[in-house]
T-cell receptor, first 114, second 114 residues
Framework: DVKVTQSSRYLVKRTGEKVFLECVQD?????MFWYRQDPGLGLRLIYF???????EKGDIPEGYSVSREKKERFSLILESASTNQTSMYLC?????????????FGPGTRLLVL | KNQVEQSPQSLIILEGKNCTLQ??????????LRWYKQDTGRGPVSLTI?????NTKSNGRYTATLDADTKQSSLHITASQLSDSASYIC?????????????FGGGTRLMVKP
């Protein structure tokens, strides 16, 4: 069974704080993704990574950065949290070997920025 | 711009009844279409996947259909159970199946009442 875990289920932070969200997958997947999910909107891609130390911007990278020092771990960083970053954050991973790459999602981190 | 529209936004049905969720998309050409189930407070889990050449795919009580000509898909749930209460998300992959270019629908929130 593919397992994607995220460091926190719920987080409450204050405006201006630095926030770290961590994601770990145990299936040796090459690809990892960070999305945010807001009510009524589809998942929006923030950043993704196809290899260790490699990162690419998604559709909404502003205000975020990422780090992938090890294959199994992909971190999302909010350098200075703002209230409009209150959201549900979902991490996903997938393999590059198959044609139809299914993305496997973590349980999500619900972040509230006050 | 690629879009995936789902309807209805929310639905309440009685346990044991059937229901059908709709997904219309503009992604073209596309590689495959997936339906995900997302329980409250959890990450999405893949239910079905169909390529552009497939018309229907079943997974237990879930049956997905695809009409690539009209760019419509539906998810039919038979004999609903309380555990079917969740959000259902339609996801379309572009022609190159690039993991960073998925287009997500906003989801349909289904509540099954006893």
């Amino acid at each position: 069974d593919v397992k994607v875990t995220q460091s926190s289920r719920y987080l409450v932070k204050r405006t201006g704080e630095k926030v770290f969200l961590e994601c770990v997958q145990d299936m040796d997947h090459e690809n990892m993704f960070w999305y945010r999910q807001d009510p009524g909107l589809g998942l929006r891609l923030i950043y993704f990574s196809y290899d260790v130390k490699m990162k690419e911007k998604g559709d909404i990278p502003e205000g975020y950065s990422v780090s992938r020092e090890k294959k199994e771990r992909f971190s999302l960083i909010l350098e200075s949290a703002s209230t409009n970053q209150t959201s549900m954050y979902l991490c996903a991973s997938s393999s590059s070997t198959g044609y139809q790459e299914t993305q496997y999602f973590g349980p999500g981190t619900r972040l509230l920025v006050l | 711009k690629n879009q995936v529209e789902q309807s209805p936004q929310s639905l309440i049905i009685l346990e044991g009844k059937n229901c059908t969720l709709q997904c219309n998309y503009t992604v073209s050409p596309f590689s495959n279409l997936r339906w995900y189930k997302q329980d409250t407070g959890r990450g999405p889990v893949s239910l079905t996947i169909m390529t552009f050449s497939e018309n229907t795919k079943s997974n237990g009580r879930y049956t997905a259909t695809l009409d690539a000509d009209t760019k419509q898909s539906s998810l039919h749930i038979t004999a609903s159970q309380l555990s079917d209460s969740a959000s259902y998300i339609c996801v379309v992959s572009p022609w190159n199946n690039a993991g960073n270019m998925l287009t997500f629908g906003g989801g349909t929130r289904l509540m099954v009442k006893p």
